[in-house]
């Protein structure tokens, strides 16, 4: 009996989930903004970032009470994707934050 396993191919697995979308949507949004557009300054940005991690642990917190209650429409690898795409998303604005921190730590302790 051969057993083989097939390879995983996570570009399809985040393609299901929406992942590929967003972030090519974020990029190309990106790229389109030029110098005359209206630009958001950092707080606005930072802030649609958290509201965009929250809404992501939120998601992966639904889609593990599904999971844990054998609904037959959630999926054990989209919940994985969602957690750890929201595991990610924390991580980075905790980088974020840290950083912000660090800078505004230095700026405070140079002498005018």
Request: proline share 1%; hydrophobic share 40%.
């Amino acid at each position: 009996m051969d057993v083989r396993l097939k390879p995983f191919d996570f570009s399809q697995a985040l393609a299901r989930t929406g992942a590929l979308t967003d972030a090519a949507g974020a990029t190309n949004a990106a790229r389109r903004t030029t110098g005359s557009e209206r630009r958001e300054d950092f707080s606005g940005v930072f802030s649609n970032a958290l509201k965009s991690v929250s809404a992501a642990q939120n998601e992966a917190g639904r889609l593990q009470r599904e999971v844990s209650l054998d609904s037959s429409t959630v999926s054990i690898e989209e919940t994985m994707i969602a957690m750890q795409r929201s595991t990610i998303g924390f991580q980075m604005a905790l980088q974020v934050r840290n950083r912000v921190v660090q800078a505004y730590s230095e700026v405070m302790s140079m002498q005018v």
